[in-house]
């Protein structure tokens, strides 16, 4: 289906939709992703209800409706996303007071198992995703749907685009110097990283799938 990007009407929206949220200034790169919970009349910039990781998981989540992606999807395919979705909201454990929220948030990988080193059963101890990642996986792992390339044919973005990306986030956890390498990002990069732009690019009737994202399909304003 196309893509909407700062629809000026209400958009029929079925749900599994994957909902954007751009910032506010410069080239305005979406920020945030999310899942849409049930199909909907969406308005322009109205806030939705969505499966996300904004970290951690949200249940629900809210993300303003900057930018509206979706792929045609079978009983099958929805059926599955369905299930993923369910199984990590069951999975999801609640942090103990030595963890932050950050400790649940990772950009390089997107997605990360954190397992427990006491258990002989390989226990999951606790999810790490990105808001890119968690939709992601979700497409992949559950509607057996890749919307992306892999990680390493992923563009090479810099310090600047991750700040514009996440950068209020940055500032909630501190210096975004010392925050990084505990989201996967080492050295002075740039690094690969999977930006939330890149899953509403995908969406694009006439994409191949899985798509090979631009830099600049990180701003709202390139996708309309």
């Known amino acids: 289906m196309p893509l909407h990007s700062n629809p000026r009407n209400p958009v029929a929206t079925p749900r599994y939709a994957i909902v954007g949220r751009c910032g506010s200034a410069g080239a305005r790169p979406i920020n945030h992703i999310g899942i849409l919970r049930d199909q ?17 998981l949200g249940n629900p989540g809210w993300v303003r409706a900057d930018a509206i992606g979706w ?7 929805r ?13 999801q454990p609640l942090p103990p007071t030595t963890w932050t929220p950050w400790d649940q948030y990772i950009l390089s990988p997107a997605f990360d198992e ?12 606790r999810h790490r ?13 559950g509607a057996r749907t890749p919307l992306v390339v892999d990680p390493p044919l992923l563009p090479l973005v810099d310090l600047d685009m991750l700040r514009g990306v996440w ?3 940055f500032r909630a956890a501190g210096k ?8 996967g990002l080492s050295g002075p990069g740039p690094w690969r990283v999977l930006l939330p732009g890149y899953l509403l690019a995908a969406c694009r009737s006439a994409a191949p799938r899985p798509y090979q994202p631009r830099v600049a399909d990180a701003s709202c304003g390139e996708m309309a």
């Open 167 to 169: 950068g209020l986030a």
């Open 71 to 77: 792929i045609d999807l079978d009983d099958e395919a």
């Open 129 to 141: 995703y990105s808001c890119a990642g968690f939709v992601e996986r979700a497409y992949a792992e």
């Open 79 to 91: 059926y599955g996303l369905e299930s993923w979705l369910e199984e990590k909201k069951v999975l």
């Open 114 to 125: 954190v397992l427990d080193e006491h258990s002989a059963t390989d226990r999951i101890k």
């Open 40 to 56: 909907a009349q969406v308005a322009p910039r109205q806030i939705v209800a969505v499966d996300d990781w904004q970290p951690p």
């Open 176 to 183: 975004t110097e010392a925050v990084l390498p505990s989201l």
